[in-house]
């Protein structure tokens, strides 16, 4: 391929179908059973990555590379753009390595040996830039450098989705933006920079003293600052910039900022009116102190006022500790019993009934007028769920979707469906979709089938389904057709009318396959009896066609046959 041009989609597709079958070969081969146990565990997830990156930024795909792409993608792309723990870079060089001597082997590429040979020269490289903040994408030092306090990953995801260092590729996720955003290259609203510049230089003489020690430090520095290394340049301990970063919040929060986002929205259906969310909130963090008292997550904290000031960053630790790592059903009940806030009972009865929380990983699939589903795909089950602080259709529109989401917690709250706000989304979909069974649009078809869209938890239980039902859901589309093929055959033949509806719906399926293959041959009008996915009769007219069918197909089964008019 001619690198200068990018690859229709359609070839990119083909170009990742094509990786991950021979991705599957190599795992079978002499090449990988060389690798260590960590680099075998890695290698899956590297090759794609590698390929993604490849393909998709320098137009050359990894069955077809050459040695100037490689290095780029060594040097400059994988360290910057993949977010991972440093032991899985030294695995890049060996994984990438091993798999061009094994497309040298099965005489896919040229040079396989010498081209491994260079990547593997290059594995310090990559490991080192990897390391250092300074080759980081945006994208990458917001997941890596944890300053993500006071926002949402949800605000997080969106401005990643919407940047990008490099040029345009099918690789990226769909070109979209916020509707509201702070990315710094746009610049904020004029009256927010004035108020914002009132704050600054007004601040109390400590936090002067603070920020004019850091312009002096970094006064001579170019590009990107790195916080840790201005902080340590200037001699201000971490603790007294935090210091005047509260000031500043403070003042913008008592001045009514739009930069401080406040929960809830009073117009807008699909989020919580403000009191009810910040009522929500509350409630929330009473939890979540009472969890961090129990297992000291974050020491120091001994008041729900100082709860309150932690960032989301130091608050996800106690979120994880109380739902992902000790038993949150004990921890909810004893605070009902002990009810260390003194809440109120009809307080108390809303926190017993987060007993019924959902957690997991999910995928958001769909937004409604109402809310967004959310979906678990091992159920599969799919929850309406409504925003505390935003909508998230503003700031994650349906072309982005669907995006695999982790650390959810779902819990019930004033008759709704609501997320603690915990989250953390993946823009990388396509990977997490290959850790489940299927993809999520199938399985969401099937969570709507089995159980509709949950509004409450617990959701209701499985509504009943006629066979009828269940079979046109079974035989509704290929990939259903695949996924229930035992559930057809036993049902298919139970009874006559079971039987005529999986003829038509099999008829339906392959008349549209049969009206293109009739166009393409040029033939004229005529009625088509399918029976088990074959043509078995032709007519020119219907009951010419029905005639026929008498003649040849048995009494009780002559009105199986799916009969298609083939008309172009």
Request: aromatic share 8%; hydrophobic share 35%.
């Given at each position: 391929?001619?690198?200068?041009?990018?690859?229709?989609?359609?070839?990119?597709?083909?170009?990742?179908?094509?990786?991950?079958?021979?991705?599957?070969?190599?795992?079978?081969?002499?090449?990988?059973?060389?690798?260590?146990?960590?680099?075998?565990?890695?290698?899956?997830?590297?090759?794609?990555?590698?390929?993604?990156?490849?393909?998709?930024?320098?137009?050359?795909?990894?069955?077809?590379?050459?040695?100037?792409?490689?290095?780029?993608?060594?040097?400059?792309?994988?360290?910057?753009?993949?977010?991972?723990?440093?032991?899985?870079?030294?695995?890049?060089?060996?994984?990438?390595?091993?798999?061009?001597?094994?497309?040298?082997?099965?005489?896919?590429?040229?040079?396989?040996?010498?081209?491994?040979?260079?990547?593997?020269?290059?594995?310090?490289?990559?490991?080192?830039?990897?390391?250092?903040?300074?080759?980081?994408?945006?994208?990458?030092?917001?997941?890596?450098?944890?300053?993500?306090?006071?926002?949402?990953?949800?605000?997080?995801?969106?401005?990643?989705?919407?940047?990008?260092?490099?040029?345009?590729?099918?690789?990226?996720?769909?070109?979209?933006?916020?509707?509201?955003?702070?990315?710094?290259?746009?610049?904020?609203?004029?009256?927010?920079?004035?108020?914002?510049?009132?704050?600054?230089?007004?601040?109390?003489?400590?936090?002067?003293?603070?920020?004019?020690?850091?312009?002096?430090?970094?006064?001579?520095?170019?590009?990107?600052?790195?916080?840790?290394?201005?902080?340590?340049?200037?001699?201000?301990?971490?603790?007294?910039?935090?210091?005047?970063?509260?000031?500043?919040?403070?003042?913008?929060?008592?001045?009514?900022?739009?930069?401080?986002?406040?929960?809830?929205?009073?117009?807008?259906?699909?989020?919580?009116?403000?009191?009810?969310?910040?009522?929500?909130?509350?409630?929330?963090?009473?939890?979540?102190?009472?969890?961090?008292?129990?297992?000291?997550?974050?020491?120091?904290?001994?008041?729900?006022?100082?709860?309150?000031?932690?960032?989301?960053?130091?608050?996800?630790?106690?979120?994880?500790?109380?739902?992902?790592?000790?038993?949150?059903?004990?921890?909810?009940?004893?605070?009902?019993?002990?009810?260390?806030?003194?809440?109120?009972?009809?307080?108390?009865?809303?926190?017993?009934?987060?007993?019924?929380?959902?957690?997991?990983?999910?995928?958001?699939?769909?937004?409604?007028?109402?809310?967004?589903?959310?979906?678990?795909?091992?159920?599969?089950?799919?929850?309406?769920?409504?925003?505390?602080?935003?909508?998230?259709?503003?700031?994650?529109?349906?072309?982005?979707l669907p995006v695999a989401v982790t650390s959810v917690v779902l819990l019930p709250y004033d008759g709704q469906i609501v997320t603690n706000g915990m989250e953390e989304f993946d823009m990388l979909a396509g990977m997490a979709m290959q850790m489940i069974k299927d993809d999520p649009e199938t399985a969401y078809e099937e969570a709507k089938h089995r159980?509709?869209?949950?509004?409450?938890?617990?959701?209701?239980?499985?509504?009943?389904?006629?066979?009828?039902?269940?079979?046109?859901?079974?035989?509704?589309?290929?990939?259903?057709?695949?996924?229930?093929?035992?559930?057809?055959?036993?049902?298919?033949?139970?009874?006559?009318?079971?039987?005529?509806?999986?003829?038509?719906?099999?008829?339906?399926?392959?008349?549209?396959?049969?009206?293109?293959?009739?166009?393409?041959?040029?033939?004229?009008?005529?009625?088509?009896?399918?029976?088990?996915?074959?043509?078995?009769?032709?007519?020119?007219?219907?009951?010419?066609?029905?005639?026929?069918?008498?003649?040849?197909?048995?009494?009780?089964?002559?009105?199986?046959?799916?009969?298609?008019?083939?008309?172009?």
């Amino acid at each position: 391929m001619d690198g200068n041009n990018p690859p229709s989609d359609e070839q990119y597709q083909a170009s990742l179908d094509r990786i991950d079958r021979l991705v599957s070969a190599f795992a079978d081969g002499q090449q990988f059973e060389r690798l260590t146990n960590h680099q075998q565990r890695e290698a899956e997830f590297a090759i794609e990555m590698f390929h993604e990156l490849l393909y998709g930024y320098e137009y050359v795909p990894l069955d077809d590379p050459d040695e100037h792409s490689l290095e780029a993608v060594c040097r400059e792309l994988y360290p910057a753009k993949i977010s991972a723990e440093a032991d899985h870079f030294e695995t890049v060089a060996p994984v990438i390595g091993a798999f061009l001597r094994f497309l040298d082997a099965r005489g896919a590429i040229e040079n396989g040996d010498r081209l491994a040979t260079h990547v593997e020269s290059l594995d310090d490289a990559i490991v080192d830039a990897a390391a250092d903040p300074a080759n980081w994408g945006m994208a990458k030092s917001m997941v890596m450098s944890g300053d993500l306090d006071d926002a949402t990953q949800l605000d997080i995801a969106a401005d990643v989705a919407a940047s990008s260092e490099l040029p345009e590729a099918p690789l990226d996720p769909p070109e979209w933006e916020p509707t509201e955003s702070l990315d710094p290259d746009k610049g904020l609203p004029s009256a927010e920079v004035d108020r914002l510049e009132e704050i600054i230089n007004s601040l109390s003489p400590e936090s002067d003293a603070v920020l004019a020690s850091l312009a002096a430090a970094t006064d001579d520095v170019q590009g990107d600052v790195n916080p840790d290394v201005a902080l340590e340049r200037a001699g201000v301990a971490p603790e007294e910039y935090d210091a005047v970063v509260e000031e500043i919040v403070t003042r913008m929060d008592e001045e009514g900022s739009e930069l401080i986002p406040s929960p809830g929205d009073t117009d807008d259906p699909s989020v919580l009116d403000p009191d009810t969310a910040r009522e929500f909130l509350e409630l929330e963090g009473q939890l979540l102190l009472y969890a961090n008292d129990r297992f000291d997550v974050v020491p120091g904290i001994d008041s729900y006022e100082a709860f309150k000031r932690l960032s989301t960053d130091e608050i996800q630790p106690i979120h994880d500790t109380l739902y992902r790592e000790e038993n949150a059903v004990e921890v909810i009940e004893e605070f009902g019993r002990e009810n260390p806030a003194g809440l109120s009972p009809a307080h108390l009865e809303t926190i017993d009934s987060w007993l019924n929380y959902e957690a997991g990983q999910f995928f958001i699939v769909e937004h409604l007028d109402d809310g967004t589903v959310f979906l678990d795909p091992d159920e599969p089950r799919a929850y309406k769920v409504t925003g505390v602080y935003d909508s998230y259709a503003a700031v994650l529109p349906e072309e982005a979707l669907p995006v695999a989401v982790t650390s959810v917690v779902l819990l019930p709250y004033d008759g709704q469906i609501v997320t603690n706000g915990m989250e953390e989304f993946d823009m990388l979909a396509g990977m997490a979709m290959q850790m489940i069974k299927d993809d999520p649009e199938t399985a969401y078809e099937e969570a709507k089938h089995r159980f509709g869209i949950a509004e409450t938890l617990p959701p209701a239980d499985e509504p009943t389904r006629s066979d009828a039902e269940r079979l046109r859901f079974y035989t509704k589309n290929q990939d259903n057709r695949e996924r229930f093929a035992d559930e057809i055959e036993t049902l298919k033949d139970e009874t006559d009318e079971l039987a005529r509806i999986y003829h038509e719906q099999l008829g339906k399926a392959n008349a549209r396959r049969l009206g293109r293959e009739f166009r393409d041959l040029g033939l004229e009008e005529a009625y088509v009896a399918i029976y088990d996915g074959q043509v078995v009769t032709t007519a020119p007219t219907e009951p010419q066609l029905e005639e026929t069918l008498s003649g040849i197909m048995p009494d009780e089964t002559v009105d199986h046959p799916y009969i298609y008019h083939y008309d172009p």
